[in-house]
């Protein structure tokens, strides 16, 4: 014949067309929110959907199914309006040796309710 035996036993692989794809890719993105394209592209190959990592970006990005970002607020000062602000005595002063500026905080961290 002239064919490999293995050519002969190979299952051909189904190509999906763009729209099933995207419609794929617009359900997982919906389901899970904050997926970028490689756990999109793991969930279709989950699915039986073997697409090209460059497809899956491809297609997202012009999709606009790009992952919802999600960054965590994180307070870092504990101010309370009501304490008094002190005035910045040092900040005219030009320091030019040792032993002519001294500072210290003495201030007391407050306990979390």
């Known amino acids: 014949m002239g064919i490999a035996r293995s050519t002969f036993y190979d299952t051909p692989t189904?190509?999906?067309d763009g729209t099933a794809i995207v419609e794929a890719i617009a359900a997982i993105c919906d389901e899970f929110e904050a997926y970028g394209w490689r756990?999109?592209?793991a969930e279709l190959?989950?699915?039986g959907m073997i697409v090209n990592h460059k497809k899956v970006r491809r297609l997202m990005r012009e999709h606009d199914l790009q992952p919802r970002r999600c960054r965590r607020y994180v307070?870092?000062?504990d101010s309370d309006p009501d304490e008094p602000?002190?005035?910045?005595?040092?900040?005219d002063?030009?320091?030019?040796g040792a032993n002519q500026l001294w500072?210290?905080?003495i201030s007391v961290p407050q306990q979390a309710a």
Not at 85 to 91: G, H, L, Q, S
Not at 93 to 96: A, E, K, V, Y
Request: no cysteine; glycine share 0%.
């Open 39 to 41: 756990r999109v592209r």
């Open 45 to 47: 190959r989950h699915r």
């Open 14 to 16: 189904a190509a999906h």
């Open 103 to 105: 500072v210290a905080d």
């Open 75 to 77: 307070a870092i000062t």
């Open 93 to 96: 002063l030009t320091i030019d």
């Open 85 to 91: 602000i002190y005035p910045n005595r040092a900040k």
